[in-house]
């Protein structure tokens, strides 16, 4: 970058606004995350009749999603040029420097949820600077920004998805109280997930494989009526 070029961006820097300040409006958009874990198959058992199980597979996936409200802002900048003015502010400037205590300026600023400002120059450098005016200023307007500063806190579901797994092939072996193995063969699950196996007298849990992983599951003994 040339040294002109330095000059000139230094100088329009310096004729910036001292002060900008945002203010919340209506909401703008929403954004949405979802992420899922991946499917986990259960398998649950139950009596539907005397001595007769029903099979039910699921494929149950964690998810959790997160929601965002943004908002959009009316911007205010504070500032201007007066090359008159400035005759005055510069020996103000200097005079201030001899007093700490006013230093930090006349006006305070304070951010809040629906409000936000930012000061690019405190107001002893405005003083001292000969390209901003700030004894009198004007401040523009803009009643649309595109700066994405108001947004709700996320508020985040978390929920479980449980889905039917049809055609699975579920190899099984019921057991007794004592552990022992009173039947056994294999089912396939219908269009909601599940089977029913009929004849199991005595049996308490049942031993599934499916895709030769093998678990044991209770029969839940409370028959629906």
């Not at 900008?20 to 992420?35: F, G, W, Y």
């Not at 007066?82 to 005055?88: R, T």
Request: proline fraction near 8%.
């Amino acid at each position: 970058m040339t040294r002109p070029s330095c000059v000139v961006l230094a100088l329009l820097a310096a004729c910036g606004p001292e002060l900008t300040i945002h203010e919340r409006t209506a909401p703008i958009r929403v954004t949405v995350n979802k992420q899922a874990s991946r499917p986990e198959l259960r398998i649950a058992a139950r009596f539907v009749a005397t001595n007769s199980v029903e099979l039910v597979a699921k494929h149950a996936t964690e998810v959790r999603i997160s929601r965002v409200v943004h908002y959009g802002s009316t911007t205010f900048e504070m500032g201007s040029w007066n090359p008159i003015i400035e005759i005055l502010e510069i020996p103000a400037g200097l005079f201030i420097l001899l007093f700490p205590g006013f230093w930090s300026g006349p006006y305070k600023t304070t951010n809040t949820s629906t409000r936000k400002a930012e000061v690019h120059n405190t107001w002893l450098v405005a003083l001292l600077n000969p390209f901003q005016t700030t004894i009198k200023y004007r401040i523009r307007t803009k009643p649309t920004s595109d700066a994405s500063r108001f947004l709700d806190p996320p508020v985040i579901r978390e929920l479980e998805m449980r889905l039917p797994v049809p055609g699975l092939v579920i190899a099984f072996r019921a057991l007794d109280e004592g552990e022992r193995a009173v039947a056994h063969g294999v089912v396939t699950t219908d269009q909601f997930g599940r089977a029913t196996i009929a004849d199991l007298p005595g049996a308490v849990a049942l031993e599934v494989t499916v895709r030769d992983v093998s678990t044991v599951i209770a029969i839940d003994p409370e028959v629906p009526k």
